[in-house]
């Protein structure tokens, strides 16, 4: 089994998915093989990754499924490819969400997502599994299927309390069954230095995670803006941007860190 990385804060809009995208995007450049899973019905990933679409069947369809609430079908039949080869993504949709409640009334509701992959992971050098902004069913479903767990942030005032929280729940999934979870690192993202009270927040924040914190940040930057709007990912959108150039280091630092766990 590679490597599955969570990409968790419960908090919303800190970069969950746009990280997943474009991290995918920059590691599949080093040709590993990624897969993303869109474990959000706000299905943002799905939008971004394959220009719009809301593919049917999607992740939804294979939970349903996989739990006799629906026709069985394999991963195999919800897998896609992306435009950047080497990256492929198992899509959401916004069913996911009334479907959830029929999924929380299952047996260890908390392993149906490692249940319905399968396999597919073992095809994948990195599988990344980017979760809605709470820490409901599928968060608890991302984390117990992890090896890893990265940690979006922005460099806010409340970030370091965001961090503290899902800390203590990372414990608790260690403490009742994925002992092996560990924290890849805490990102900080759309990071801008120029008004100087954000450059304090973020010396705080930095002094509060110590060698949690990538070394890497990922700039604020209207290309990724951009990039949604075209549907794909920034580092095929503008390749010398800065923002594309902190994920190519991000890639290194993961890859790097990864060896070191
Ligand atoms: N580096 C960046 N520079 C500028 N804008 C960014 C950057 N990273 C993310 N954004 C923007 O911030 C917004 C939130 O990003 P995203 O949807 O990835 O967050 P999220 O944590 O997945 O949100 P949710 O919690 O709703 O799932 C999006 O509009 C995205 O384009
Ligand atoms: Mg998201």
Do not use: W
């Amino acid at each position: 089994m590679g490597v599955i990385i969570a990409v968790v804060n419960h908090k919303g809009g800190v970069g969950k998915s746009t990280i997943t995208a474009n991290l995918g995007a920059a590691l599949a450049r080093r040709n590993g093989r990624v897969l993303v899973v869109d474990c959000d019905h706000q299905a943002n990933l799905t939008i971004s990754l394959l220009a719009g679409a809301r593919p049917e069947p999607n992740l939804c369809d294979l939970l349903l499924g996989s739990t006799g609430h629906g026709e069985p079908l394999s991963p195999e039949q919800i897998v896609q490819a992306t435009d950047r080869v080497r990256l492929d993504i198992i899509p959401s949709g916004e069913e996911l969400a009334e479907a959830e409640d029929v999924l929380d009334a299952e047996y260890m509701k908390e392993r149906l997502l490692a249940e319905a992959l399968g396999d597919l992971p073992n095809r994948y050098d990195i599988i990344f599994l980017d979760c809605p902004p709470s820490l409901g069913l599928m968060t608890k479903n991302a984390l117990t299927m992890a090896t890893h767990v990265l940690i979006p942030v922005m460099a806010t005032e409340f970030a370091a309390k965001g961090v503290t929280i899902l800390s203590q729940t990372i414990a608790k999934v260690q403490r009742r069954g994925n002992p092996g979870l560990q924290v890849l690192g805490v990102l900080v993202n759309n990071y801008d230095a120029h008004p100087v009270v954000y450059r304090i927040q973020y010396q705080r924040l930095v002094e509060h995670l110590g060698v949690l914190k990538f070394a890497t940040d990922i700039p604020k930057g209207v290309v990724v803006e951009e990039a949604h709007v075209m549907g794909c990912n920034v580092l095929d959108y503008s390749e010398g941007s800065a923002v594309s150039r902190a994920y190519t280091a991000l890639a290194e630092e993961v890859l790097t860190r990864l060896e070191v766990q």
